[in-house]
């Protein structure tokens, strides 16, 4: 399969676009998920957290994947950083995180809209690692490639052990929601979402291409919000919230 160059320009542009438009609305708005659905009126058909995760997690794997088994593109590094970074973070959230997951229901129309959101980007950094990158024999030796993985895999520790603490909050059978603590979440409120904000940053430091760039932008327009949003409840609820804690970004945000 040849690049398909303006439909991999036409997506990493809409992802910007979208993330932007996004942004302001969650700014505006708390997104339909978790403790904000008690808080909107009819949330409407609600899925179970485990499923709702899995289902719309995995066409992040199988999409590149499928397009890893069927190209007869020669073995490279573009190919190698597909595999080990980006596959490799869906795959957690699919079969470990979404198995661990012991949030609230999801809306339907939440999951549904991830899981388009999902294929489509699982097609374009699949599609544009395959058949677009091109990288020099000494990429790898490249300062940014360098430390962008490092970025991503620092970040990818930080969103693993984040949500490990947050899955053990509460002793079986409470509700009530307890302020976290531990680990980046002495610096931050949202440490997962900081962490998951640092991995697409260091894949877009490593792949140094527009798509790679579009994903990370859109990641920290659609979930730094949501870093905002708990940091606000956790300040209104609890009266000894640390204050010193940012709500996504260390000492800054």
């Known amino acids: ?38 808080t909107i009126k009819a949330p ?3 899925v179970p957290s485990k499923m709702a995760w899995f289902i719309q997690e995995l066409p992040s794997v199988l999409i590149p994947v499928f397009l890893l088994l069927t190209t007869d593109t020669l073995h490279g590094l573009g190919r190698n950083v597909l595999l080990w970074t980006f596959c490799l973070h869906y795959f957690h959230r699919t079969f470990i995180y979404s ?15 991830a899981v388009v959101f ?29 430390v962008g993985l490092l970025m991503f895999f620092s970040g990818m520790a930080i969103n693993i052990h984040s949500d490990h603490i947050l899955r053990n909050l509460r ?5 009530t929601y307890k ?11 949202g440490a997962n979402f900081f962490g998951e904000i ?32 708990h940091h606000r409840y956790y300040v209104k609820k609890f009266d000894n919230y640390p204050k010193s804690r940012k709500a996504v970004i260390p000492f800054l945000l």
């Open 99 to 113: 198995l661990l997951n012991k949030g609230r229901p999801c809306p339907l129309f939440i999951m549904v809209s």
């Open 179 to 189: 302020i976290p603590e531990g680990g980046m979440f002495e610096l931050v409120s």
């Open 171 to 175: 002793k079986p059978g409470e509700i």
């Open 1 to 38: 399969m040849q690049c398909m160059e303006r439909s991999v320009c036409f997506m990493s542009w809409s992802f910007i676009i979208g993330g932007v438009l996004y942004f302001f609305r969650q700014v505006k708005v708390n997104t339909q998920y978790g403790r904000y659905v008690e």
């Open 198 to 229: 640092l991995e697409w940053c260091g894949y877009a430091i490593a792949t140094w291409s527009l798509p790679t760039f579009s994903f990370a932008f859109f990641t920290v327009c659609s979930i730094g919000p949501r870093a905002y949003h």
């Open 118 to 146: 999902c294929s489509l980007n699982g097609f374009l950094q699949g599609h544009y690692m395959l058949h677009c990158a091109h990288y020099d024999d000494f990429w790898h030796r490249d300062v940014r490639f360098i």
């Open 44 to 46: 409407g058909v609600m």
